[in-house]
């Protein structure tokens, strides 16, 4: 079972010990002295685990962060329905993790939610953004603490988040830390749903409407030979099928700079949605090519 740590104090105690171990039994450069973080929020599921699979292959001290994170949260979100299923996951993390820590909001904020706070900036605003405001700035904070944290030479994430991973990317170029960025493919149920915490939330009628999300990006997928439009509203026609999906956002992006793609767009680009599906809001992604 992974060694399970509650203070910043014993987690830098346990990576330094294991840094000084491989240092001292391997020639340098050794893989075994890397440090892999894997950030999450708990309440895992496959997708995470596959996250941790991907760590545990790049080799060394692989550190899973359990941390339900109160700045990404807004008024009327589910701060506090948000599941927290601490023994559940560590005994799922067995022989994937080494190391897991879960520090209490006070371990991580001693100063209150008014500390210092990372700025997402332009790119904070769009999308998620506009619908969660504050939730990337909240989202940035808590990564860059942990990366001060645990140093890690690379930090997994999962492409379901895309938004998110693109801001990270970026915190980490603007801010020149050390550290690399793995992002893992989303995984998907059978029928296509994204694997999300919160589909625990879904109940019968709910999750077999939630699957219209998925489907959505698919249809848009196959009409982007029509340009950014007719992609649009392919996606659009099939979520307009589900009377249980109310859309948030539906649109196109330009990968490298996150920003709605132009009517004219040619070549790779990102396809976003985002729904409430009864009282569950759940987000997907796709990459598309407009030809």
Known sequence: MPHVVTTIAELRALVARARR????????????GRVVLVPTMGALHDGHLRL?????????VVVVSIFVNPLQFGPGEDLDRYPRTLDADVAALEGLA???FAPTAAEMYPQGES???????EGGSLFEGASRPGHFDGMLTVVAKLFGIVQPDVAVFGQKDAQQVHLVGRMIDDLNLPLTLAVVDTVREDDGLALSSRNRYLAGPDRAA?????????????AAAGGVEAALAAARARID??????????VIVDQPSFHEAAPGHHGPALM????????TRLIDNRRITIP
């Open 210 to 222: 939630a699957v219209a999300l998925s489907q959505a990006l698919s249809a848009g997928a196959d």
């Open 21 to 32: 171990e491989a240092d001292s039994s391997g020639p340098s450069g050794d893989p075994a």
């Open 241 to 250: 099928t589900e009377s249980a999906v109310k859309l948030d956002y539906l």
């Open 272 to 279: 976003l949605v985002a729904a409430r599906v009864g009282t």
């Open 98 to 100: 080494d190391i897991v």
């Open 52 to 60: 941790v699979g991907r760590a545990r292959d790049l080799g060394g």
């Open 115 to 121: 500390s210092t706070r990372v700025t997402a900036g």
